[in-house]
Each structure stands twice: as C-alpha cells, then as structure tokens.
T-cell receptor, first 115, second 116 residues
Framework: NAGVTQTPKFRVLKTGQSMTLLCAQD?????MYWYRQDPGMGLRLIHY???????AKGEVPDGYNVSRLKKQNFLLGLESAAPSQTSVYFC??????????????FGPGTRLLVL | AQSVTQLGSHVSVSEGALVLLRCNYS??????LFWYVQYPNQGLQLLLK??????LVKGINGFEAEFKKSETSFHLTKPSAHMSDAAEYFC??????????????FGKGTMLLVSP
C-alpha cells in the first residue's frame, strides 16, 4: 500500500517548457488536491477534484491545468512554465466529504525549478 | 473567508523545554482546526485536529492543542521537546458544514528548532 505517490521527485525546466506532474493514490479516495509550497507562504491550493472527471479551481490556479480521468490519478500540467512557478508541489487526498473535518494525506512532493 | 495566523515563523527551544506554537483563526463560527507537521524533505502529516466538543485535543508524538473560542486560538504544545520534533508546523482551518467537503486554508508555518 503505497499511499500517495508523486512523479517526478525533482525537475528542472526552462521558461516556456511544459510538463505534467502525476499524483497517484491507491487508497480509493474521492478527493484530491494540488498545492504549492513557497517559503514563508505556507501551502496554497491550486486545483482540486471531488471525484473522477471533476476539477475545480483553488486559490492560485493561473498557469496550471488539471485532469482527473481516472479516480486514482490527478495530473497537474504547466503549459508554459515561468520562473514564478518554481516551487514544491504537493498532492493530497481524502476519502469522503464529512463537512470539513477530513484528514488529508499528502504525497512526498515534487520540487520544480524553472530557469 | 477563513484564515489562520501563526505567530512566529521560527521558534527555538532547548531539548526538554516546553514547546508552544501559536495559531489564531478568524471566523464568525468556530471552524474545524488542524495541526500538520512537515519533516525535512517530506510531505505533511496530521498531528491532531479539533472537530468536536472536546476542547483539549491530544495528538501524536505527545503534542496537544487547546481550542479557546474566547481567544480564537488553537495553540500547539508539548511539555518536553525532543530533537526529533524539529520540523515545520502548519495550522489549518476548514469551515463547518452540514455535509459535503471544504477546502483547507493553511497558515504560513512555524519552523521549530530544537537545540541540545
């Protein structure tokens, strides 16, 4: 039982390049989230999904797209990377909606450097 | 909108000393409150959460937090710090709903440094 995994662990991009980050979970969780973590900023929500085939915008969605074609996978795409997207990206999941009390389970993170 | 404020981006303690990490929330209705911990180069994991009437919440690794409505606070404490407690700690808030889900709002984090 791997829990939440993220691929890749680290990536360097040049400005304008594109890439996709993969989050995979084997816990059969409905809800999945993408956050970015920047020094002194805490975690900020980029996009999230409440089930297969659904996505929604979070606090900082600009420059990112997401897809949830399979329940176990949540993809985060950067179409044209910018230096401002240099960050550590975390995926998180939880099972059901219980009115806000859910515990989120986090992946190990992906470090992205955009030059 | 809900928000949390963590006082102090860095807190330094000696091994064996009391740990106190401060978190204040802003909400007209008492929300759900969480403390997550992040060890170096890892993802976050839940320490504890406040979801019910019990205002003193005990978590993992000897940590506990007390919900104080009058002070809109949810401070995290541990009586005696260990070197292994060195990590970044995040307070987070979620509004109470009758059903469904809600997104978490995180504070900016407090780095706990423990010296021998």
């Amino acid at each position: 039982n791997a829990g939440v995994t993220q691929t890749p662990k680290f990536r360097v991009l040049k400005t304008g390049q594109s890439m996709t980050l993969l989050c995979a979970q084997d816990m059969n969780h409905e809800y999945m989230y993408w956050y970015r973590q920047d020094p002194g900023m805490g975690l900020r929500l980029i996009h999230y999904s409440v089930g297969e085939g659904t996505t929604a915008k979070g606090e900082v969605p600009d420059g990112y797209n997401v897809s949830r074609l399979k329940k176990q996978n949540f993809l985060l795409g950067l179409e044209s990377a910018a230096p401002s997207q240099t960050s550590v990206y975390f995926c998180a999941t939880h099972l059901t909606g219980t009115g806000g009390a859910e515990t989120q389970y986090f992946g190990p993170g992906t470090r992205l450097l955009v030059l | 909108a809900q928000s949390v404020t963590q006082l102090g981006s860095h807190v330094s303690v000696s091994e064996g000393a009391l740990v106190l990490l401060r978190c204040n929330y802003s909400s007209s209705v008492p929300p759900y409150l969480f403390w997550y911990v992040q060890y170096p180069n890892q993802g976050l994991q839940l320490l504890l959460k406040y979801t019910s009437a019990a205002t003193l919440v005990k978590g993992i690794n000897g940590f506990e937090a007390e919900f104080k409505k009058s002070e809109t606070s949810f401070h995290l404490t541990k009586p005696s710090a260990h070197m292994s407690d060195a990590a970044e700690y995040f307070c987070a808030v979620s509004p109470r709903l009758n059903s469904g889900y809600s997104t978490l709002t995180f504070g900016k984090g407090t780095m706990l440094l423990v010296s021998p």
